[in-house]
T-cell receptor
């Protein structure tokens, strides 16, 4: 158990819909990261937050947005979903530059 | 660019043999190079990392080497065992203190018993 909690574990929805993925970081970690892992693909960096502020942005689509709340949990919002958005979405947390602790991931299936 | 290139994409070895996975990075400011192991259906987990002030680090059967001049770093696994079978990802940070960790495309290692 990494200490990072992601919900939901699985989610099936239809094209055009909107979903929210939730992440609770390890106790004490201020940084939260979101990664997308498609079938047979690597880990694509989406976005990083540090103590509530956006710190770095990767290849995150405009249809996607995220935020980190005062209690440090984070949400990734995916809207106008397309078939190609089907993937495993990982959240990770860290203290600072160093080891990332990944959650178990949220598997999104868009039909 | 922001690429971290990783080779090979797949690697099959016999149990007991060594395995080597190589990565190159582009950002000369990168100073931290981790390796993650992802077993099937599981989350990625850190197995070893190295910082730019050393050239090699070992932890039992695994080691990482770093060549900052050439912007290369490699993972070495000796005496491979079937439980080493997994996807291995290298990573390097982009942008200094932001810790925007860019991952390589992964290497599927299969250890044949």
């Amino acid at each position: 158990d990494s200490g990072v909690t992601q919900t939901p574990k699985h989610l099936i929805t239809a094209t055009g819909q909107r979903v929210t993925l939730r992440c609770s970081p390890r106790s004490g970690d201020l940084s939260v990261y979101w990664y997308q892992q498609s079938l047979d693909q690597g880990l694509q960096f989406l976005i990083q937050y540090y103590n509530g502020e956006e710190r770095a942005k990767g290849n995150i689509l405009e249809r996607f947005s995220a935020q980190q709340f005062p209690d440090l949990h984070s949400e990734l919002n995916l809207s106008s979903l397309e078939l190609g958005d089907s993937a495993l979405y990982f959240c990770a947390s860290s203290v600072d530059v160093g080891e990332l602790f990944f959650g178990e991931g949220s598997r999104l299936t868009v039909l | 660019g922001e690429n971290v290139e990783q080779h090979p994409s797949t690697l099959s070895v016999q149990e007991g043999d060594s395995a080597v996975i190589k990565c190159t990075y582009s950002d000369s400011a990168s100073n931290y190079f981790p390796w993650y192991k992802q077993e099937l259906g599981k989350r990625p987990q850190l197995i070893i990392d190295i910082r730019s002030n050393v050239g090699e680090k070992k932890d039992q059967r695994i080691a990482v080497t770093l060549n900052k001049t050439a912007k290369h770093f490699s993972l070495h696994i000796t005496e491979t065992q079937p439980e080493d079978s997994a996807v291995y990802f290298c990573a390097a940070p982009k942008g200094g203190a932001t810790n925007k960790l860019i991952f390589g495309t992964g290497t599927l290692l299969a250890v044949q018993p």
